[in-house]
């Protein structure tokens, strides 16, 4: 079975940097796509970033340009770098394995990120 296990979140205050990663076991995921997910209070879970196996990467508009999404096949680990963050990307973000149209459905238990002054 599928575990990812995400780290990295905290507190931190407009602008600052945050680097999350997340730890996949179970499976390797050289061959699949990678995406981050975020999701606000009482809002729907949205996916931010997203890089295939080739590491061709794309992102939401909200954090294009902010975001970088990366990964280390060796240590099946996907990361997000987040610089300038703002008090919108508050969030619980998690990742997940992408296998086409669809996403693994076992979600890890996210890593809180939370922006403010």
């Known amino acids: 079975q599928v575990q990812l296990v995400e780290s990295g979140g905290g507190l931190v205050q407009p602008g600052e940097s945050l680097r999350l990663s997340c730890a996949a076991s179970?499976?390797?995921?050289?061959?699949?796509?990678m995406g981050w997910f975020r999701q606000a209070p009482g809002k729907q879970r949205e996916l931010v970033a997203r890089i295939t196996s080739a590491g061709s990467t794309n992102y939401a508009d909200s954090v294009k340009g902010r975001f970088t999404i990366s990964r280390d096949n060796a240590k099946n680990t996907v990361y997000l770098q987040m610089n300038s963050l703002k008090p919108d990307d508050t969030a619980v973000y998690y990742c997940?394995?992408?296998?086409?149209?669809?996403?693994?459905?076992?979600w890890g238990q996210g890593t809180q990120v939370t922006v403010s002054s």
């Open positions: 997940n394995l992408n296998y086409g149209r669809t996403w693994d459905p076992n």
């Open positions: 179970g499976i390797s995921i050289t061959i699949y796509a």
